[in-house]
């Protein structure tokens, strides 16, 4: 039937519920939660390895979370650059629902997700989105090269380093993704809309 979605599990390794997580995860996982009104799939996916997600958690946050060096909006677009490349629905949904709200623009994500390279972009963007997609793409081409154009384009040391770092965590990421099946949650899709 046109239009109709076979009903799929959320990860094909089942989840665990919030309420059932250990008390750092769920004291840790609660507001957002109570922010946003849902539980993020991968949080629920993770959560069948409470170490993992402890691991991914501190991570993701201590690239993500910075106030330092790339605004929250360019870390959103390194993530939906990179799944895009790798793709990852799960995460371009997800992240692309986030680079729409954090950009203030409802149409970036859906553009860099799906043709990174021919995106009309700001040249800081543009560099961002190279530097993403040269390493995520061909990780072993990547070299002295690529780092002396985002140099050029006017990035820092730190914020070359960020991309890269941001990069690899969300290849690492969509791999998870692709592994688990995971499912994007409904409701980002229409967020940041």
Known sequence: MSGMRRERPVSRFGTVEVADLPDDLRERLEPLVEKTGFVPNIFRALGRRPAELRAFLDYHDALMDSD????????????????????????VVAHGAVLRIRGKDPQLADHVATHPRGADLEPRQRAIVDLAIALAGDPGGFGETDVAAARAAGLSVDEVWDVGSITALFAASNRLAHLFGLQPNPEFFSMGR
């Open 68 to 91: 330092d060096g790339l605004s929250k909006a360019e870390r959103e677009l390194v993530v939906v650059a990179t799944s895009g490349l790798n793709d990852c629905l799960y995460c």
